[in-house]
């Protein structure tokens, strides 16, 4: 042990002797030292600063997040029924309409109306109030049911509007309908009548379908997996609706259809719609009947086959896209009816070939939030073709090619989505003789609000 | 740097493996927040453009398109798209999208929502019964959701979970220096007394703890009246505001109307992505929005 400590003072001695040191150099060397020592130290302050301030940044960030995340526990669930209740709403309409003809005699040339396909009677009345009902039914279905009440001849009348169940994502873009639902055979057709633009059905909606055509049946539909929309589907039904007509075994009507649709950049929307339908109406009846000598009239009626086409294009135009503030709505359809077969009345028969064609084009402008404007053009046409033309005059259908037309222009106020009303005039020519139609209309939509489609 | 050669190797790894997950994005901003997430391993499509009125959207066909081939919705939800995204999901005939489903991801979810109205009636406007939904003008709020939103990708798609999971730190570590940035640079704006035009900005408000003194819609989605306007001009004499905010998307009649009246500066807040040319992504879009406070108020 000594012997190492001699040792190593003998090393530094002779270290030290073989180097001197100036006392000068030594002070230097500490003074670097101390300077890196110096540097050293602050930049391990600074580090540790930084590192401390990195750790509370995160903790006060996390702070946040937690306190955000630091919902309320779950309201208790109440131990009643009510919680599952479907979406309700109802639609509810009152209507002033004055006439400067008789709305009794109303009639649309070269086309046979129905009941309901009337005007609306003169002076106050109240307008079809909906009830809407809709939920998911469980994992597969959705169900809806639309039940409408309206006054027919001093009476309230319940009808089943809408009734069906829905497949929810079947997959592969599938989707199956099974009830009573508005038959794609037009734009319009699958819209319920408060969410149209004007107050009154198009001519051609109200001669052919009177107002409206829906299916007792199933509908398929499938939307392609294309970057461009394209749904194609079809529907098979009982056949009764007119103008369809009587019962049937199996498939009464049927239809096929097909849409597409896109943008064009941001601010234009369009679709385009073509559909076909087919039935075989038994009896369908034409609602002018004249009595041959007193007594309860007879009504003249339609057996054989009847196809509709139609074509509909829509187009949207709104600034950037963002339709609260302004936008532009155009529809257009065309309706092409075929019908070929037998016109009957008591004992007398014919062979009947039947044409009804006509459209609309309607353009509303949505000018502020609040405000809407917009006008329309009915334009209609029909070819009747006998082997007896006295039966065609049984039917009061008019064989004279007269083609009605109709220009109106509405005005609406909505001083919010749930709310509207609106004022309406017509210059119609449906017949020979030209009417002028004034028509003020309020409709609320009260409860739920579903969305509303393209 | 570790994560971003992770994140290479792993995109190069995968250029031959399966398709991208097709995400439909309700709002820009989770078309933002999902790519943010998914990187190269998502495709998305934002329904709208920041200057839209998300509320007032039309189920219009190409929606339609998108829907039908989307693996994955992201949408705010708490009733926000209640007037357009139930058809595209009922339209689509796509079950992955449907409600409850995996594939339909609604941000409000995640977040505690604030404005839930003691009273449901349409009088008072058009009020949402699940809380405010506007919940993207909250870096936090949003923070909490891209969380969730990772989750649900990595449950989505488990062959890349990995990478999702990088994606998802990279995010949180830039999100929450940028957050610390914001409200650093967003000192002086705390008690800022503002107009609002819409209650849209709920979220950026409690965040900033600005101050809001009057709103120019009395009733939400109502437009004001020259009576609603005329009384906040005499309510601002007592209380005076320094600045008058509108989003981008909505009208700016009332809020120009103001500020011809009082002369109180209008800022319009880009309120999402491309609400303006400078808000492209989530981080621009806070950089804006606190840039142009700070202008208007000095």
């Known amino acids: 042990m000594k012997s190492k400590t001699l040792l190593a003072s003998m090393i530094s001695a002779a270290l030290f002797s073989a180097m ?81 003809n008789d709305p009794d005699d109303y009639e649309i040339s070269g086309f046979s109306l129905g009941d309901e396909a009337g005007l609306a009677r003169e002076g106050f009345s109240l307008g079809e109030s909906e009830i809407i009902l809709s939920a998911n039914v469980d994992q597969l279905f959705y169900g809806q049911a639309t039940i409408a009440l309206h006054d027919h001849d001093g009476e309230t009348e319940i009808e089943m509007e809408e009734a069906f169940i829905e497949t929810l994502g079947l997959s592969n873009g599938m989707t199956v309908r099974a009830g009573r639902f508005f038959s794609p055979i037009g734009y319009l057709n699958e819209k319920h009548i408060h969410a149209w633009n004007f107050a009154d059905a198009p001519l051609v909606y109200r001669g052919l379908f009177g107002n409206q055509l829906s299916t007792d049946g199933l509908k398929l539909s499938y939307v392609l997996p294309t970057e461009q929309y394209i749904e194609v589907g079809g529907t098979v039904g009982n056949g009764d609706q007119h103008p369809g007509s009587g019962d049937h075994n ?38 002018g009947g ?24 829509i187009y949207k135009w709104a600034p950037q896209g963002n339709f609260k503030e302004q936008n532009f709505t155009l529809v ?28 609309f084009v309607e353009g509303i402008y949505q000018f502020a939030p609040q405000w809407k404007t917009g006008v329309r053009y009915d334009w209609l046409g029909s070819k009747h073709r006998a082997s007896d033309d006295e039966l065609l005059e049984d039917a009061d259908l008019d064989a004279t090619g007269y083609h009605p037309q109709r220009y109106s222009l509405v005005l609406d106020w909505l001083p919010s989505e749930f709310s509207r009303v609106r004022a309406q005039v017509n210059h119609d020519k449906s017949s020979r003789d030209d009417d002028t139609q004034f028509l003020l209309q309020y409709t609320v939509s009260i409860g739920a609000h579903g969305a509303h489609s393209f | ?47 709208t453009t920041g200057l839209q009125d998300p509320h007032y959207i039309q189920a219009r066909p190409s929606l339609i398109a998108k829907a039908r081939r989307a693996d994955l919705l992201v949408c705010t939800g708490a009733e926000l798209e209640a007037g357009w995204l139930p058809l595209l999901q009922r339209k689509s005939g796509n079950r992955v999208i449907q409600h409850g489903a995996i594939g339909s ?83 002086p704006l705390k008690g800022l007394p503002i107009v609002i035009q819409h209650n849209s900005w709920d979220y950026l408000i409690a965040w900033l703890e600005l101050n809001k003194v009057a709103i120019l819609e ?51 807040l880009p309120f999402t992505i491309g609400g303006n040319s400078s808000a492209t992504d989530l981080f621009s879009l806070f950089d804006n929005t606190i840039q142009q406070l700070l202008d208007a108020s000095k």
């Open chain 2, 105 to 187: 991801f609604m941000a409000a979810e995640y977040v505690q929502l604030s404005g839930i109205p003691s009273q449901l009636d349409r009088s008072q406007g058009h009020v949402h019964a699940a809380g405010n939904p506007h919940i993207q003008t909250s870096p936090i709020l949003l923070l909490t959701v891209a969380k969730a939103l990772s989750d649900r990708l990595q449950q989505l798609d488990l062959a890349n979970k990995v990478y999702y999971q990088h994606r998802w730190t990279d995010f949180e570590q830039r999100w929450q220096a940028a957050i610390k940035k914001w409200q650093l640079q967003a000192k």
């Open chain 1, 250 to 287: 199996g498939v009464g009507d049927w239809l096929v259809f097909a849409k597409t649709g896109g943008d064009i950049g941001n601010n234009h929307n369009w679709q385009l719609g073509l559909s076909h339908w087919q039935a075989s109406p038994d009896d369908r009846e034409y609602s």
């Open chain 1, 20 to 100: 001197p040191l100036h006392a000068d150099d030594l002070d230097e060397l500490k003074a670097e030292i101390m300077q890196m020592r110096q540097d050293y130290e602050q930049r391990i302050a600074d580090l540790e600063q930084r590192l401390q301030q990195t750790e509370t940044n995160t903790q006060e960030v996390q702070q946040q997040v937690a306190q955000v995340q630091a919902a309320p526990a779950p309201a208790p669930v109440s131990q009643n029924n009510n919680r599952f209740n479907p979406a309700i709403s109802a639609v509810l309409n009152g209507q002033f309409s004055d006439y400067s």
């Open chain 2, 1 to 47: 740097m570790r994560v971003f050669i992770t994140g290479l190797l792993l995109s190069i790894m995968s250029i031959t493996a399966q398709a991208e997950i097709n995400i439909f994005a309700c709002e820009p901003e989770w078309a933002a927040l999902s790519q943010e997430l998914g990187g190269d391993k998502v495709t998305t499509y934002s329904a």
């Open chain 2, 218 to 268: 009395t009733k939400p989605g109502v437009p004001p009246s020259v009576a609603d306007l005329n009384n906040i001009v005499e309510q601002l004499k007592v209380t005076p505001a320094k600045v008058i905010i509108h989003a981008a998307y909505q009208s700016p009649r009332a809020s120009d109307w103001l500020n011809e009246k009082t002369g109180i500066p209008k800022v319009v």
């Open chain 1, 290 to 313: 004249h009595s041959h000598g007193g007594g309860d009239a007879e009504s003249v009626a339609f057996n054989g086959d009847t196809d509709i086409t139609n074509l509909s294009f």
């Open chain 1, 332 to 359: 257009s359809e065309y309706f092409y009816l075929n019908d070929d077969g037998k016109l009957s009345h008591e004992d007398e028969l014919a062979s009947y070939d039947g044409k009804q064609y006509g459209g």
